[in-house]
């Protein structure tokens, strides 16, 4: 059946891919079927989208972020007369068991691009005689509840190209998206907070396109000070995070003001460990592989923190070997660390993901792009065990833009794979030896995306090539 779908008008290139993830988490196999309202614009609001059930659309409805809401369909017109006609002619078997006089119900008017007085608003709902409503109104908690929706005239600018005509849509409430969640879990109240926090919204966007759900094991490699793993611990999962910098996971900013108080202010589950760990080393034992329902991370790509990876400048030119820490240093020692640029991150972000990820599980990431070419096809990073579902861009500004790629893994890890992954390990690591004993940049090392901040540890860009920041290579 031909559903109403409603989105909020902001992150435009997500809104269907969520709705698609969504989807499937509640059981649909197949891509959904999408139209557009007669005169409307792809970047409209408004959408139709062809779900098997009503229980479906109730459940996308009310786990989604951008859904504004489903609606079952009344009628639609150009005009109130052609709307009028429109509900009159709609099944009456459909209608009436939503009219009748033991039940309750509310009609709320919309507008998108304009904003009507009360007065129009109130006028409006007067008209809907025709419609033989026998229930009592209930403005607080109705049983039932419809929408009258109306979107602007030709060339009012409502940030969208002026359609040839306004279009009137009335129809009953299937679901609605909670906005309390978003207030509940701003940035602003949060306890311990980092540089790079992500902001709840697209924490929760990330959750449900990773299909987030209860007893799933999510993991988050650049943790961080946790903001992904509570989005995905307020839907059940249980979760796992590591960054390579202690005193972060460890330390935090107090025994009060920790990734753990994050998870305590919000009355959420703990989660199962916070390791301190190197996306470039991984901890993992041998052996162990296929054990993470989903991967949701945002890379470090060198905008507001440059990637680090293990290592040093003088270990790594062989200058110093392998050391021990001492007993009596062990708990306030912090490793060296070297740059790490964002072309090694994706490929040991991808190696990591496709050996401990289940079959079908899902890797869901950032990617940064340049804008300032839009004729040159993005490639993204590509992996055998993945499939890129979805790729949904967020623009930052005239220059720089953000892409989350959604990955779900269709094949095996293989020792042939591993192989593979082992020699372009060695590879990265020898291009960087190079790099830093020659002082030059290859662009092995840098890839363009590293460039939008200066490359992958701005600062070291800064000292050895200051004409090189910001250029490609």
Request: aromatic share 10%; charged share 25%.
């Amino acid at each position: 059946m031909w559903y109403l779908c409603v989105f909020f008008h902001r992150l435009l290139d997500y809104r269907k891919p969520e709705v698609e993830a969504l989807a499937q988490l509640f059981g649909v196999s197949d891509s959904l079927e999408w139209k557009l309202p007669l005169y409307h614009h792809p970047d409209s609001p408004f959408h139709f989208v062809n779900l098997p059930n009503e229980d479906l659309a109730r459940n996308i409805a009310n786990r989604s972020i951008l859904v504004k809401g489903i609606y079952e369909l009344w009628g639609e017109g150009s005009s109130y007369e052609e709307l009028e006609e429109s509900i009159m002619s709609y099944p009456d078997e459909r209608k009436l068991p939503y009219l009748t006089s033991e039940s309750t119900f509310k009609i709320t008017v919309d507008t998108f691009g304009k904003v009507i007085s009360f007065e129009e608003q109130n006028d409006r709902i007067q008209a809907f005689t025709y419609i033989p409503f026998k229930g009592r109104v209930n403005l607080k908690a109705p049983e039932h509840k419809f929408w009258l929706m109306e979107t602007d005239d030709y060339g009012v600018n409502n940030g969208l190209p002026p359609v040839a005509q306004r279009r009137i849509f009335f129809g009953r409430e299937i679901g609605g998206a909670d906005r309390k969640l978003l207030p509940t879990y701003q940035l602003k109240s949060r306890k311990y907070l980092g540089p790079t926090a992500m902001d709840a919204e697209m924490a929760f966007l990330m959750a449900n396109q990773a299909l987030v759900t209860p007893g799933k094991l999510i993991f988050d490699p650049f943790v961080g000070t946790g903001s992904i793993l509570v989005a995905a611990a307020h839907f059940g999962a249980m979760t796992m995070g590591a960054d390579i910098d202690i005193r972060v996971v460890r330390d935090g900013r107090g025994p009060d003001c920790n990734v753990w108080s994050n998870f305590k202010q919000y009355g959420l589950p703990m989660p199962i460990g916070l390791l301190r760990a190197d996306n470039n080393l991984p901890p993992w034992r041998p052996g162990l592989k296929e054990v993470f329902d989903a991967i949701i991370c945002d890379p470090p790509y060198g905008v507001r923190a440059g990637g680090r990876k293990s290592g040093g400048r003088k270990l790594l030119k062989g200058v110093i070997g392998p050391y021990t820490v001492p007993d009596d240093k062990r708990t306030d020692h912090i490793p060296s660390t070297a740059p790490y640029s964002l072309a090694e991150c994706m490929h040991d972000l991808l190696d990591l993901a496709a050996k401990m990820l289940v079959l079908g599980g899902r890797l869901v990431c950032f990617y940064p792009v340049l804008r300032e070419d839009e004729t040159v096809e993005v490639q993204f990073p590509e992996h055998q065990c993945f499939k890129l579902i979805a790729s949904s861009e967020q623009i930052l500004s005239s220059r720089y833009s953000r892409v989350l790629l959604t990955m779900v893994k269709i094949s095996p890890y293989t020792d042939e794979i591993a192989e593979a992954a082992r020699l372009q390990h060695v590879e990265f690591r020898e291009n960087h030896v190079k790099w830093l004993e020659d002082g030059n940049l290859h662009s092995s090392v840098f890839s363009p995306a590293d460039q939008i901040a200066g490359g992958a540890d701005s600062k070291t860009f800064k000292e050895l090539k200051p004409k090189y920041r910001g250029k490609y290579v």
